[in-house]
């Protein structure tokens, strides 16, 4: 790179200051460019949120490098952070080491190639990449690793991957993983709440608003769910490897076998109206279900439209690439069943285009944060032109049966926080 031309991260979420922290370690030239105010921003979204996962799991090993150079003391590794104390503790402290490499409030529009659209070949490769950012500012980049996450993309409430009719702009419909004993604790409070998901943050959700419940009479819970069968979100109970995710699921049936939360399942919404006392209904056939806020936590995509001009191989299922297709497919793999992966799976037609983190994955929903501190350390070392160690790839998983998929894949997500009961993050 001769130090010409940055390679340029986009995201500085966790996955995102981990290739940073590589590219450092190998002293590269770079750029982070982050949409947000500061590092963690879709983080500090749900920053009241505990992860599932221990210390020893959320921190990346080069970034564990630099930290400790600047006297870093470093957390119990045995302790779960909440999303707060990952920023705090970790994520603001590594973002200060690379404070001179992060433009804040970088919203990036568009990548593509300089003189080159998605059609023309000849010489494409030795094209620099040109980034524009939303204030028409542009930049060149000698690589793109493209960190973004899923968190700025929800899925949809509607049961057929596209909104419901009236979904689209309606009044009465929160995003995933409110505060619901905190900050939004009025909105919940002494009113009828309807929860769609059957992933972790909807866990999380529900087993908050059981807690506010118990607090304040009147509040109502309903979990709306397209399946039948609760056993993915139930999960591994006292085999999980990872013992708050596995208490989560039992404690959560608990609250539906007691009846202090109502399960209304096999329900795929095809329309969402107001009712004439100001509510949300949800309709599904001749079946209705009515709520004061319905909370959409049915996971997330991936956003791939600002990177439509360059050459993406993507499986038609998942959205991930064809080759880490197969190995996260949640047919056939746990979150912890996951193979070692690295810059060969997350290579793309492009040459020196790499999406990591929960991006990488698509759909699926088996994402952990130790699979993304992998691929970045794998793909810096493939900008590096060290194909030796980006093969070397390893990986400590923690095993569980809460991410099972011997069951249909639905609306499972597992989060950027490292199999977190959060929705996936900038990573």
């Not at 009241?48 to 990346?60: E, G, M, T």
């Not at 999303?83 to 919203?107: C, F, N, S, V, W």
Request: charged residues 20%; contains cysteine; proline residues 5%.
């Amino acid at each position: 790179m001769g130090g010409q031309i940055p390679v340029v991260v986009i995201g500085a979420g966790p996955v995102g200051l981990a290739a940073a922290a590589h590219l450092a370690e190998r002293r590269l030239d770079f750029v982070v460019l982050e949409s947000g105010p500061s590092a963690g921003a879709a983080i500090d979204e749900w920053r009241h949120v505990k992860l599932f996962s221990p210390w020893r799991y959320d921190i990346d090993s080069a970034a564990r490098r630099l930290l400790e150079g600047s006297g870093w003391t470093e957390p119990d590794l045995r302790t779960l952070p909440t999303g707060g104390d990952l920023i705090d503790r970790y994520l603001t402290p590594l973002a200060l080491e690379l404070k001179a490499h992060i433009r804040y409030g970088a919203q990036v529009a568009a990548v593509t190639r300089v003189g080159y659209d998605r059609v023309r070949t000849a010489g494409r490769e030795n094209a620099p990449f040109l980034i524009r950012l939303a204030d028409g500012t542009e930049l060149l980049a000698a690589a793109v690793i493209d960190a973004t996450g899923t968190w700025r993309k929800p899925n949809v409430l509607g049961g057929s991957g596209i909104p419901a009719r009236g979904e689209t702009g309606a009044e009465g419909i929160a995003r995933a993983l409110p505060d619901v004993l905190d900050a939004d604790r009025d909105r919940y409070a002494g009113r009828r709440t309807a929860v769609v998901g059957a992933g972790h943050s909807a866990a999380t959700t529900l087993l908050d608003l059981g807690e506010l419940a118990a607090q304040v009479a009147g509040t109502e819970i309903v979990w709306v769910v397209r399946g039948t069968d609760q056993a993915r979100t139930y999960g591994g109970g006292e085999a999980d490897e990872l013992p708050a995710r596995g208490a989560l699921g039992s404690r959560l049936q608990q609250l539906v076998q007691s009846g202090r939360i109502e399960l209304v399942s096999s329900f795929l919404i095809e329309a969402v109206t107001r009712t004439a006392d100001g509510r949300v209904e949800l309709a599904a056939g001749d079946r209705r279900v009515v709520a004061d806020t319905v909370v959409n936590s049915t996971g997330f995509r991936p956003d791939h439209e600002f990177v439509s001009e360059l050459r993406l191989d993507l499986d038609p299922i998942l959205g991930s690439t064809r080759a880490l297709a197969p190995l996260i497919d949640p047919n056939k793999h746990s979150c912890g069943t996951v193979p070692p992966h690295g810059a060969d799976e997350l290579t793309h037609p492009e040459p020196g285009y790499y999406a990591i983190g929960a991006k990488s994955y698509g759909r699926a929903p088996t994402f952990l944060l130790a699979t993304g501190y992998e691929q970045a350390r794998s793909v810096v070392a493939a900008v590096a032109g060290d194909w030796e160690g980006a093969r070397d790839v390893q990986l400590d998983l923690p095993e569980t049966g809460v991410c099972s998929s011997n069951l249909a894949y639905g609306e499972l997500e597992i989060v950027g926080g490292c199999c977190g009961p959060s929705a996936v993050t900038s990573c």
